[in-house]
């Protein structure tokens, strides 16, 4: 077993910030250098995180021998590619949600890594949210008898980022972006039973001058097993992220809520400084997050993570789980498209989500 994991990142905004932050409470991994193509980014990030290598080439990066593993936080449509690079290379690969843009990708990357012998590991902090671990925890003790209906929804106001509006580089719109996590979440929760049918309903309803993806959306999944999943995804809610989930069982309930479930309830006549993610105005009533990277299981993910490639263990969340996610998010699209449920399972060679609803 290696004594510290050697880290690269690349990426150095939004989520690699918070990769970095993760990162410094894993003991078994040291963090050896960021890439980031924008002059300076990665020097500047560097700096705040004192990490001792930056780059603005990937290949940069993947040249050093002390790295092994690549946590990758860059735009949708690079997945694909940064991730067949970093498995060339030699390096494990821990993926952002997204898996990829679409299906054939996902082969690649999965054929690509198990070529390499390196790990495909995909980044769904929900299965270690701390607070969706013990809902898991309570089904599976049988504290809520059989699972009927799961429910999972995220929602906030819409992206920090112009890559997320455009559909050409995202695949999709709110879907893509966040109903992956909770399609994650059901598979997760429901033993990765399959999926047998997928029914969406969404709209552009609030930003169409910014974007032609879909801004609300509303998907039912039904599993082989019978358990229904519904999943409410918006990116026009104002006030702050919201982040919850239900399981309805034939003995119980169980109701989780991520960030106002967990936060300070505050009130304040000139604002707080930061309340929580995509807070918007924060006087008067907010919601103030404490520990929220902990509270969203960012640590705990990567801590997973790192120990599988310390000890040569099967991830939690593969490769093929995110393919299995975005053959769901194919068919949501498909669906919305059509008016109708789709069964899986669901090859099409279209090369993103969106083109499946927007005909
Ligand atoms: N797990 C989560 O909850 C979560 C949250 C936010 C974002 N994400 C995912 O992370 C990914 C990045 O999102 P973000 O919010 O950090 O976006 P961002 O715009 O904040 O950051 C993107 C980063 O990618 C870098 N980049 C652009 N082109 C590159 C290239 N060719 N090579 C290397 N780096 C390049 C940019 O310089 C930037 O540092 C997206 O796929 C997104 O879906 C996941």
């Known amino acids: 077993m290696k004594d510290k994991v050697g880290v690269g990142l ?9 990769h ?3 990162l410094r409470s894993v003991a078994g991994a040291e963090v050896l250098a960021v890439m980031s193509p924008t002059p300076g980014r990665a020097r ?11 780059f603005t080439a990937l290949d940069h990066l993947l040249a050093m021998d002390d790295i092994d593993m690549v946590v990758i936080g860059v735009p949708n449509l690079l997945h694909c590619d940064v991730t067949l690079q970093a498995a060339r290379a030699g390096k494990h690969v821990v993926i952002e949600k997204p898996l990829c843009m679409n299906l054939a990708e996902a082969d690649r990357m999965i054929t690509a890594c198990k070529e390499a012998n390196v790990k495909l590991m995909y980044a769904e902090e929900l299965c270690f949210t701390p607070k969706y671990v013990r809902m898991k925890a309570l089904l599976d003790e049988g504290a809520l008898g059989k699972p009927v209906l799961l429910k999972q929804s995220e929602k906030h106001d819409g992206p920090h980022a ?7 580089r995202a695949g999709g719109g ?21 999926i047998a049918s997928v029914y969406a309903q969404m709209s552009t309803s609030v930003h169409t001058a910014k974007t032609r993806g879909d801004d609300n959306a509303i998907l039912i999944l039904e599993f082989e097993n019978g358990v229904v999943g519904l999943a409410e995804e918006s990116w026009t809610k104002l006030g702050g992220m919201d982040d919850c989930a239900e399981i309805h069982g034939s003995e119980g309930v169980a109701y989780a809520d991520v960030l106002q479930g967990n936060s300070i309830q505050t009130y304040s006549t000139r604002g707080v ?41 099967q991830p939690l969340v593969t490769g093929e789980d995110g393919r299995a996610v975005l053959e769901a998010i194919f068919a949501a699209y498909a669906s919305a498209g059509s008016g109708r449920k789709v069964t899986l399972p669901f090859t099409t060679d279209v090369d993103k989500p969106y083109k499946l609803w927007k005909k």
């Open 174 to 194: 709110v879907t893509m972006d966040m109903g992956c996590h909770a399609i994650a979440f059901f598979r997760w929760l429901n033993g990765r039973n399959p």
């Open 44 to 54: 500047d990030f560097a700096g705040k995180f004192g990490i001792p290598n930056h």
């Open 20 to 22: 970095a932050e993760a």
């Open 10 to 18: 690349v990426g150095s905004r939004f989520i690699s910030t918070i």
């Open 162 to 168: 112009d890559h997320f509006w455009d559909v050409e």
């Open 273 to 313: 400084g930061y309340a929580v993610e995509k807070a918007g105005i924060t006087t008067g009533w907010s919601f103030t997050m404490y520990e929220e990277i902990w509270n969203y299981g960012f640590p705990q993910e990567l801590e997973h993570f790192v120990d599988c490639v310390r000890n040569d263990t």
